[in-house]
């Protein structure tokens, strides 16, 4: 492919830095520093929220691990995307109701409204930030991992780099440059930047899923072509897998409802509903998301991790040239069938597809690492110092993000061989359960009003328990050969982890608010006037 | 599903339970009764079962989501 992949990535790189320094110049004569930086001001319209919403809700996994897992497994894994059009309901439900009490009452972070709503209290508020925490520290790291890994995978061939005396393989190199350009934007834009530039890395993710849907359907002779071949595999993968293997019904129903939702209350969405202009963008968002990212799915790269399966078959469960692991069935096919569809043209696609790629990865790593920003500095620094100015804290949060920056390459180059590696690659796994134990509270402050504070933090305490009971984080906790971990492994092989850990939250939650005090009356009663519409 | 006027109650009811029935039978115990087995899969006009299974039930949710933010959901700001 010659020089195209280093000038396209080149002028990637360029591009998302000039919409750092634009998103900087925008918000130098902003009224509220800390809002701005955070927030963009509450003012962000519909084609932005949607677009940073769909791509911080999927990483690198969008277009690599859920081609590659039916690629490896059929047609069961597809089940997994009904998750979309639930995630897309509670943008709505949920996200304008978070909206409109953010607005009136200056909410930052989740923990701000759990927190308010409960009576303040700085044990609910630890509780919230470290279940957010929990989610955002291993996403960061891993992202900026993938991100050296898909830079090996764009330039296979480079040599190392000699700097300082020393030699950087191609992978860490993509590690340190791609840590260098995320930690820029989001150090000089904040929110805006961040946003902006989400926007331009949802397109090329979105388009680069569809377009790799079309190379397979060409590869294969139209669709009637394509199902000929497609009916020609192994029956099992064309069927639904035994109860007790991987992809089950019940894992996969389990998934839809709450996997979702837990991806939705994770912070950095938290962040994106308070960032919302208005209802109506909310409204509007929930409809592109629950339509387009789906068709991207089911019509783009499913497709090719069927129909990839046919067009280069496993011999005896070998996987075929040129694929180390299912993961690249998608970058196997564009990178056979566009040079062939499209000549020149064809070989600019597949390095944009590859940048694509990368941009899944470096969208879902900036927006974690601006969470995690807004939750160390108001989660921790302002009530540390209450007294600090909004400039003040404004320069600790870009602080912040140095440092996670830093410590997140520094992981990465540590290997896979470092304990700290491993241990928040066991956290990664179970992130999602996580943040799922954040929406027990998220539902009682917004619909039902029935929890205590002493409920809540009982709730959250025993669901993000349970979470740790689970494999891989419960085998590092209690060994091998621990009869708990057999136990919950056998469950994580039925059912989704946010799951479970939510019915003993919420069954905790009900039982202690039961026999608790409830929160002040009066606070109560002016908290649900604020989450009402205006008349 | 809206937080629903009186006339809105039927369709609120109406989505609520498509929504809950795609959840329930799409990804849940609906797929396995439609598939058919390993040896003998079922399919539909040439598409395997399981696929065309995917496909419609997303179909109903995703318009689900569509109906209701166009006539249930309201710019309330």
Redesign the interface.
């Known amino acids: 492919m010659g020089y195209v992949p280093h000038m396209i990535l080149g002028l990637y790189m360029v591009l998302l830095l000039a919409l750092g320094i634009v998103s900087m110049l925008k918000s130098r004569h902003a009224a509220h520093a800390e809002e701005d930086y955070y927030l963009s001001s509450r003012g962000q319209g519909v084609l932005v929220t949607s677009l940073t919403i769909m791509a911080t809700y999927f990483s690198g996994f969008a277009i690599l691990t859920f081609p590659g897992w039916v690629y490896s497994d059929g047609i069961a894994p597809m089940l997994y995307a009904l998750n979309l059009p639930v995630a897309a309901m509670a943008i709505y439900v949920i996200g304008s109701k978070i909206r409109r009490i953010g607005a009136k009452r200056g909410y930052i972070t989740p923990a701000d409204m759990i927190a308010d709503y409960y009576g303040d209290s700085r044990l609910i508020r630890g509780m919230v930030t470290l279940a957010g925490a929990l989610y955002v520290i291993p996403y960061v790291v891993m992202q900026v991992k993938a991100g050296g890994i898909l830079a090996k995978g764009l330039f296979p061939n480079a040599p190392p780099i000699p700097l300082f005396g020393m030699e950087l393989t191609i992978e860490d190199a993509g590690v340190g440059v791609l840590s260098l350009v995320t930690m820029l934007y989001v150090i000089v834009g904040g929110m805006r930047s961040v946003a902006w530039t989400d926007v331009l890395q949802g397109l090329l993710l979105l388009s680069a899923m569809l377009l790799s849907g079309i190379a397979i359907m060409h590869a294969l002779g139209g669709p009637s072509g394509y199902f000929a071949e497609v009916s020609k595999l192994d029956g099992k993968l064309l069927t639904m897998p035994e109860p007790s293997e991987r992809f089950n019904t019940w894992q996969a129903m389990t998934f839809c409802m709450f996997a979702s939702l837990a991806s939705i209350v994770q912070p950095a969405q938290w962040m994106r509903f308070y960032a919302a202009r208005s209802s109506k963008t909310l409204r509007q968002t929930s409809i592109a998301f629950g339509t387009i990212l789906p068709i991207c799915f089911i019509f783009g790269v499913f497709l090719v991790g069927l129909g990839g399966r046919a067009l280069y078959p496993m011999e005896g469960g070998v996987l075929p040239e040129g694929m180390s692991k299912p993961d690249d069935i998608v970058i196997k096919v564009i990178s056979d069938q566009f040079p062939a569809m499209f000549g020149t043209f064809g070989v600019i696609l597949v390095s944009l597809i590859l940048v694509a790629v990368m941009a899944a990865s470096m969208s879902t790593a900036d927006s974690n690492l601006h969470a995690l920003s807004a939750v160390a500095t108001r989660d921790v620094y302002h009530q540390a110092r209450p007294r600090s100015s909004e400039n003040e804290r404004t320069w600790f949060g870009r602080g912040v993000i140095v440092v996670a920056t830093i410590a997140a390459a520094a992981i990465s180059y540590a290997g896979n061989s470092s304990n700290l590696l491993q241990t928040l690659t066991a956290f990664f796994f179970l992130a999602m359960a996580f943040s799922a134990q954040l929406l027990p509270v998220t539902i009682d402050i917004l619909f039902v009003h029935r929890g205590t504070k002493a409920g809540a933090i009982a709730g959250l305490t025993a669901g993000m328990l349970t979470v740790c009971l689970f494999p891989p984080l419960g085998t590092m906790i209690l060994g091998d050969d621990s009869g708990l971990v057999g136990v919950t492994a056998t469950m994580k092989g039925l059912l989704d982890v946010g799951f479970c850990a939510i019915v003993v939250n919420v069954l905790v939650f009900c039982l202690v608010s039961r026999f608790t005090e409830k929160p002040d009356p009066e606070r109560s009663a002016s908290f649900r006037a604020d989450l009402l519409p205006p008349k | ?3 629903p006027q009186k006339s809105n109650r039927p369709l609120v009811r109406t989505l609520t339970v498509f ?1 809950l029935m ?3 039978l ?4 609906g ?2 009764l439609i ?7 079922n ?1 539909l006009f ?3 079962a ?2 065309a299974w ?2 419609f ?2 179909v109903v ?2 318009g ?3 109906v ?2 166009r006539k249930l ?5």
């Open positions: 599903m809206s937080e929504f795609a959840l329930i799409g990804p849940g115990p797929s396995t598939d058919g087995t390993a040896e003998d899969p399919f040439g598409v395997p399981l696929y995917v496909v039930w997303y949710m995703a689900c989501v569509v209701a933010a959901w309201r710019d309330e700001d």
